[in-house]
């Protein structure tokens, strides 16, 4: 058996659970990169050619920045968490990833547009918003090119989504309290400055 042949058929390898640390964390990269609105995060983690199928969204990786840009605008609060997550390598530079997803969003009043584009047109009861908790599936295939990891082409798989309006008494965020942001002025990017990590 050849080195090529072992490495594409063990997929247990050190080499390839190395790899597989690398793209989970790419996929945790990808979740902060969209609920903190950092978009150049949100393009390393795909190769400038990859292709992206989000339901409303289907293009190249320049696009989905901009379509996340304005769909974004006025949803204040946004959590996408990955649960499973399966890799699978065809050989040692190519992956395909099934990762399970749980995103929680909130919709302004003023977000009807961005609400509708994932609801199949439903749009709540206004008042102060909408929240939205939404399952869904990323099918990405991973490739490594020039020995960096990144996505190639993804595809959402969309599933089970619940919306409930925001109601008037709703929880409030208290003064002196540490709020999530969703921009580059998050706690977290001040502790990766202070750290050097950034």
Same mark, same amino acid.
């Given at each position: 058996?050849?080195?090529?042949? $072992? =490495? $594409? ?6 080499? &390839? ?6 793209? =989970?964390?790419?996929?945790?990269? *990808?979740? &902060?990169?969209?609920? /903190? ?9 795909? #190769? ?14 320049? +696009?989905?920045?901009? %379509?996340?840009?304005? /769909? ?7 959590? #996408? ?20 997803? *749980? ?7 003023? !977000? ?12 709540? @009861?206004?008042?102060? +918003? ?17 020995? $960096? *990891?990144?996505? !190639? =082409? &993804?595809?959402?798989?969309?599933? %089970? ?15 002196? *309290?540490?709020?999530? /942001? /969703?921009? =580059? ?7 990766? $400055? &202070?750290? @050097?990590?950034?």
């Amino acid at each position: 058996m050849s080195i090529q042949s $072992k =490495q $594409k058929f063990d997929q247990y390898s050190i080499e &390839r659970l190395i790899d597989r640390q690398i793209i =989970q964390d790419l996929m945790y990269k *990808w979740c &902060r990169a969209i609920d /903190r609105l950092d978009y150049d995060a949100i393009r390393e983690v795909f #190769h400038p050619d990859a292709i992206d199928h989000h339901g409303p969204y289907d293009g190249g990786v320049d +696009g989905l920045v901009e %379509w996340v840009r304005e /769909r974004h605008t006025n949803i204040p609060f946004s959590a #996408h968490q990955v649960s499973n997550q399966l890799v699978e390598f065809a050989d040692a530079d190519t992956a395909l990833s099934e990762t399970y997803i *749980w995103v929680v969003q909130r919709y302004g009043t003023e !977000a009807g547009k961005s609400l509708t584009q994932i609801t199949g047109g439903q749009s709540g @009861g206004g008042g102060m +918003g909408v929240d939205v908790v939404a399952a869904s599936r990323y099918i990405d295939r991973f490739e490594r090119r020039e020995g $960096k *990891w990144a996505i !190639a =082409q &993804r595809n959402v798989a969309s599933g %089970w989504r619940q919306m409930s309006d925001v109601p008037d008494n709703a929880p409030k965020m208290m003064p002196g *309290w540490l709020v999530q /942001r /969703r921009d =580059q002025d998050d706690f977290v990017f001040q502790e990766r $400055k &202070r750290l @050097g990590i950034a």
